[in-house]
């Protein structure tokens, strides 16, 4: 029997056919994987509301020809304050599409599961300090993508930088005046911004919910940062989009 076990959380889910959903999961073994929940859009459904969004599960899959398909799962965590409160929503479906984005099938990544786990578990935790969190959040998942933007000299001539700084997506670094003269995919940074990213990248996320930084500085980094994340996924997600919406309307 091609049965197997995991642990996952669910990322997105999508119908399929008359009554099932294909279910799109992070898991700590397999990495990404789509699976079939059969009937699951009955009412009698066995799974019941266990395969939303956000929902940590213990699953047990069969491995199918084309598409797996989920027989068993039982709740961990359903993250379900995320759920009734439209920030955490908002916020944590920014984290879910990021990670779907930048998962791979079948390709273990258990520094990404975790740091998903922990961005659900502090969000479902307290309203305090959405932004700053998800900004937190890209930038490790950025960092454990291989992307880790170097802050403490220029990225080109390996000097430290002065006063005028510029954050080059393409070297994935700050450069100094002279060096980013050329370079049209970077932007102005303030050198406190920079030493706030650089805090964010060693702070645990538990931590990030506790800080308190000048707004100035967070509106600066928001923006800098959605950037850098675009440029390597080489997209804006929509749901980033329904972001930038919810705090212009606050
Ligand atoms: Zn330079």
Request: hydrophobic fraction near 40%; charge should be positive.
């Amino acid at each position: 029997m091609s049965l197997y076990k995991t642990k996952g959380i669910v990322l997105r889910t999508h119908k399929l056919g008359e009554a099932d959903r294909i279910i799109t999961i992070l898991t700590n073994n397999y990495g990404k994987v789509s699976a079939v929940a059969k009937g699951i859009r009955k009412t009698k459904s066995k799974f019941g509301s266990r395969l939303e969004p956000f929902t940590h599960v213990d699953l047990v899959l069969y491995r199918g020809r084309s598409l797996d398909i989920v027989t068993q799962a039982e709740i961990i965590n359903s993250f379900s304050s995320i759920r009734d409160d439209l920030d955490r929503i908002t916020y944590g479906s920014a984290m879910l599409d990021l990670v779907n984005k930048v998962s791979v099938e079948n390709e273990r990544d258990i520094s990404l599961f975790n740091l998903l786990l922990k961005g659900l578990d502090v969000i479902s935790q307290s309203s305090r300090n959405l932004r700053l969190l998800l900004i937190a959040f890209d930038i490790k998942l950025m960092a454990i993508s291989g992307y880790m933007p170097k802050l403490d000299y220029c990225a080109v001539c390996k000097k430290r930088a002065g006063a005028k700084l510029k954050l080059s997506f393409e070297q994935g670094g700050i450069v100094c005046n002279k060096c980013s003269a050329l370079d049209r995919n970077s932007i102005f940074v303030t050198p406190a911004a920079i030493e706030t990213l650089s805090k964010l990248i060693r702070l645990p996320l538990s931590d990030v919910a506790e800080l308190d930084i000048m707004a100035r500085i967070e509106d600066e980094l928001y923006l800098l940062v959605q950037d850098y994340v675009s440029y390597y996924i080489q997209t804006t997600l929509k749901s980033r989009e329904c972001l930038s919406q919810l705090i212009h309307s606050h």
